[in-house]
């Protein structure tokens, strides 16, 4: 054993309905002493992520569950403090799922390195890493956009929305989305420069809304919320439009089952294509997404918000705060210092 003491966030119950900041702990564990082939990272950004909630969960899933009184997973960046390995040296920036804590011990391969000169080190956690990657897996390969489409997104200045609706109107595309609040609004239309923001909390009809934003109808719907969204988006879509569901958060915290969209029926007549898909199934697109991501920022068309929480007691609350919409953009906690060595 090292002298570190690395504090970590545990889970204390399955949350039932909303998460509660008692179905987590903090706890502390001695950090382990790199073995041949290890090496020790500390934390210095973790990711919060609305799939997280599923993982709450004892059930079968794309991922296992997390166990009561385990330490969570996710995403995170460190920086390699101790190096028994070939692979990586002290001081390399690293990604790993070993997030929800500040120390992490392990074999070399479980680290990835990443190049602190392409951008911020924590947008490996956002624009340049999964909900980026998310973005455009659904709206490329799911929702097939072409060239001036018409595009609406929900939960759109969320991590992944901000950069769909980027990605749509460098491609010539109408964009529209919807978001939580004025401010979110003003966000996407004066610098994600989308046609135009739906508060679907202050519009009144959101299906009214969406129609009179959309007056020849929808290409595709990059679905992130669910509920009176998909039914407003499969009201409003054109024949043969595709539906790509990314995620439906507003659903994520149901203690009991929900009816389906009351208007599925239209995907009958209007040829619809409704697909799921789970980001990790696409990663063949990672070479083409730093390509046209590298463009864009470069171009200065690619701009992302971040929301940061202090410290990894505040993990919990960074979590909790996806689903009161507390977050702008991206969600992360600072776990440790810049640099770590
Ligand atoms: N399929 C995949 O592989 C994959 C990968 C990553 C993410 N996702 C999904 O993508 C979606 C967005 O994830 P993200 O990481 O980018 O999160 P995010 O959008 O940054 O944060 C969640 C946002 O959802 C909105 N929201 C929360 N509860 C809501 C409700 N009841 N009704 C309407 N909006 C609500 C809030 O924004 P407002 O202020 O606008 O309400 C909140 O800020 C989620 O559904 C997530 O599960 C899927």
Same mark, same amino acid.
């Given at each position: ?12 119950? *399955? ?26 990272? *500390? ?27 385990? =330490? ?24 790993? &799922?070993?997030?929800?804590? %500040? ?19 924590? /947008? ?6 999964? !909900?980026? &990657? ?18 609406? =997104? ?54 009214? /809304? ?12 990059? %679905? ?8 407003? /988006?499969?009201?409003? &879509?054109? @024949? ?18 929900? @009816?389906? @969209? ?28 730093? /390509? ?23 993990? !919990? ?19 440790? @210092?810049?640099?770590?060595?």
């Amino acid at each position: 054993m090292s002298n570190l003491v690395s504090k970590e966030i545990r889970l204390k119950a *399955r949350p039932q309905g909303m998460p509660k900041a008692s179905d987590f702990e903090v706890a502390s564990k001695p950090v382990a002493q790199p073995g041949e082939g290890d090496v020790l990272v *500390r934390n210095i950004w973790m990711s919060v992520d609305p799939y997280m909630r599923g993982r709450m969960m004892d059930r079968e899933s794309y991922v296992p569950p997390f166990q009561i009184g385990e =330490v969570l997973q996710g995403g995170a960046i460190g920086q390699v403090v101790e190096s028994k390995s070939p692979k990586l040296k002290v001081g390399d920036f690293v990604q790993s &799922m070993f997030g929800w804590r %500040e120390y992490e011990t392990s074999k070399a391969e479980n680290f990835q390195k990443i190049d602190p000169t392409l951008g911020p080190i924590e /947008a490996y956690l956002g624009a340049l890493g999964m !909900p980026g &990657m998310t973005a455009y897996a659904g709206l490329f390969k799911i929702g097939e956009l072409k060239d001036g489409d018409t595009v609406f =997104v929900s939960a759109a200045s969320g991590a992944v929305g901000q950069i769909v609706c980027q990605l749509a109107k460098a491609h010539g595309c109408y964009v529209v989305g919807s978001a939580g609040s004025d401010d979110k609004c003003r966000w996407l239309e004066k610098e994600a420069g989308i046609d135009k923001a739906i508060n679907y909390k202050t519009c009144g009809d959101l299906n009214k /809304a969406v129609g009179e934003a959309f007056p020849k109808g929808i290409d595709v719907y990059f %679905e992130n919320v669910g509920g009176a969204h998909l039914e407003a /988006a499969i009201n409003h &879509m054109k @024949p043969f439009g595709r539906l790509a569901l990314c995620g439906m958060i507003e659903q994520y915290n149901d203690t009991t089952p929900r @009816p389906g @969209p009351s208007n599925i029926i239209q995907a009958v007549g209007k040829s619809l294509k409704l697909q799921g898909f789970i980001v990790s199934n696409h990663l063949d697109i990672v070479p083409s997404f730093y /390509a046209e991501m590298g463009k864009l920022i470069k171009a200065g068309k690619m701009k992302w918000q971040e929301s940061v929480e202090d410290g990894i007691e505040n993990a !919990p609350k960074a979590f909790l705060n996806l689903f009161s919409g507390a977050n702008v953009g991206k969600m992360l906690v600072k776990v440790g @210092p810049d640099k770590a060595v």
